[in-house]
């Protein structure tokens, strides 16, 4: 590890706490489908909601991608687009809720839902640009502990936001509660943008000059589909995303009867369990990747999604909630690192933003549609539809663990170490 990589992970390890803190207040897995319960919601809209908070992100990478291919994509282009469709839509989001939420519910739902749409949706479609960045700023034989870094300092924010958001949500009444979440999350995301902005560019993004016109673009993505292991590992996303449209259920259905009746407040803290594991794995299993490889960490993130469904489908009760809850941190400990590396390492060819975006695009049908599915699905089986949902989670374990092979094992492409 370089000097300027170390500045660079310790900076940006700093402003993923204000990025943690910030999502700890705004949860899509706790804060966001209970604030939408308070509204009088369905389980439908809850499923739709939760679609857009994960793969809304997804849905225009392609468009930016053949927009943008042509800018210079360090910080000055990231992190003022990112700020324009964070924090104004965040703002507006805990005005909406403010103002509507006790006399006009419906319309407050439905605002809520077109902010989170132009937010998560135009925020998310330069992704790629931050992950080709992040790719930039660290090598190989460092990424996984410098992403593991900011994964887990990140998930240590979330926990103590989750904390947090308890406390205001057990102090102040409905609506103002949530309002007062969601400013405060939109003050920290500035601060942390700062932090970002604070950081140096290293000389290789200078000379990266990948540029995409529409039929380069289609040739990368058929370099990349014709490597077979990444269709493999392709595959396996698409399998577990089938099984985990139902974790943005959990908070709802432990507030419920058939889950415990647990109070709303004591739902939010114990979330600080979904991000807890990340801040304590998420360096140790970047470790382990760098040195053996990164399939293992994701096969782990594969078994603790599965063990999560099962416990919230066979658990009641507060001690239930926490047990699913710290699973499912686990498995995102080994998600948002591992599964990168995986793709950095699965690319074929010279242009990372081209097989990113296409993972994304591959990924998206389905992480859209299979939370609205699994809303349906609950209102028509309740409890049961977790029980249903382990069975495709069960079988990504099984396919991740034996027709993936770890991509440093086989010989992808040639490429030279400032390329990767």
């Known amino acids: 590890m370089d000097s300027l990589e170390r500045s660079n992970v310790i900076k940006c390890t700093g402003a993923h706490v204000l990025f943690g803190l910030g999502g700890g207040l705004t949860s899509a897995f706790t804060v966001l489908p209970l604030m939408l319960k308070a509204l009088g919601a369905s389980d439908l809209v809850l499923g739709v909601a939760f679609s857009l908070a994960t793969a809304g992100w997804l849905l225009l990478q392609p468009l930016a991608v053949l927009t943008f291919g042509r800018r210079k994509r360090g910080k000055g282009f990231v992190v003022p687009w990112s700020l324009a469709f964070s924090v104004p839509w965040i703002v507006a989001i805990g005005a909406v809720v403010a103002l509507l939420g006790r006399e006009r519910p419906t319309l407050g739902i439905g605002l809520v839902l077109g902010l989170l749409a132009v937010r998560v949706v135009g925020e998310g479609m330069i992704f790629p640009f931050w992950d080709d960045w992040f790719a930039h700023l660290f090598s190989r034989r460092f990424r996984g502990r410098a992403l593991g870094l900011v994964s887990g300092f990140m998930g240590l924010g979330i926990s103590v936001g989750a904390v947090l958001a308890g406390r205001v949500q057990g102090a102040l009444e409905f609506p103002l509660s949530y309002a007062v979440l969601f400013w405060a999350a939109a003050g920290l995301l500035v601060v942390a943008f700062g932090g970002i902005w604070w950081m140096r560019d290293p000389a290789s993004l200078a000379r990266d000059a990948t540029q995409h016109t529409f039929g380069e673009l289609l040739?990368?993505?058929?370099?990349?589909?014709?490597?077979?292991?990444?269709?493999?590992?392709?595959?396996?996303?698409?399998?577990?995303?089938?099984?985990?449209?139902?974790?943005?259920?959990?908070?709802?259905?432990?507030?419920?009867?058939?889950?415990?009746?647990?109070?709303?407040?004591t739902v939010i803290t114990l979330g600080m369990?979904?991000?807890?594991?990340?801040?304590?794995?998420?360096?140790?299993?970047?470790?382990?990747?760098?040195?053996?490889?990164?399939?293992?960490?994701?096969?782990?993130?594969?078994?603790?999604?599965?063990?999560?469904?099962?416990?919230?489908?066979?658990?009641?009760?507060?001690?239930?909630?926490?047990?699913?809850?710290?699973?499912?941190?686990?498995?995102?400990?080994?998600?948002?690192?591992?599964?990168?590396?995986?793709?950095?390492e699965t690319c074929p060819h010279d242009s990372r933003v081209a097989?990113?975006?296409?993972?994304?695009?591959?990924?998206?049908?389905?992480?859209?549609?299979?939370?609205?599915?699994?809303?349906?699905?609950?209102?028509?089986?309740?409890?049961?539809?977790?029980?249903?949902?382990?069975?495709?989670?069960v079988v990504s374990v099984l396919w991740l663990s034996f027709r993936v092979k770890e991509p440093r094992s086989i010989e992808v492409v040639e490429m030279d170490e400032g390329a990767r």
């Open 355 to 393: 097989h990113i975006t296409l993972s994304n695009l591959v990924l998206s049908p389905f992480l859209l549609a299979v939370p609205v599915a699994t809303g349906w699905l609950r209102e028509l089986a309740g409890v049961h539809a977790f029980g249903l949902a382990l069975v495709p989670a």
């Open 273 to 344: 369990f979904i991000t807890l594991p990340q801040a304590a794995f998420a360096y140790l299993l970047g470790r382990l990747g760098d040195r053996s490889g990164h399939k293992a960490s994701v096969v782990v993130g594969a078994c603790a999604l599965a063990a999560s469904i099962a416990v919230a489908w066979l658990g009641r009760g507060t001690l239930a909630c926490g047990v699913t809850f710290a699973l499912l941190g686990l498995s995102t400990a080994a998600g948002w690192g591992p599964h990168l590396n995986m793709l950095y």
């Open 219 to 265: 040739s990368k993505f058929g370099q990349s589909l014709r490597e077979v292991n990444f269709r493999n590992y392709l595959i396996g996303r698409i399998v577990l995303t089938l099984g985990g449209g139902v974790v943005g259920f959990y908070a709802a259905h432990f507030g419920s009867p058939a889950g415990g009746d647990v109070a709303p407040a």
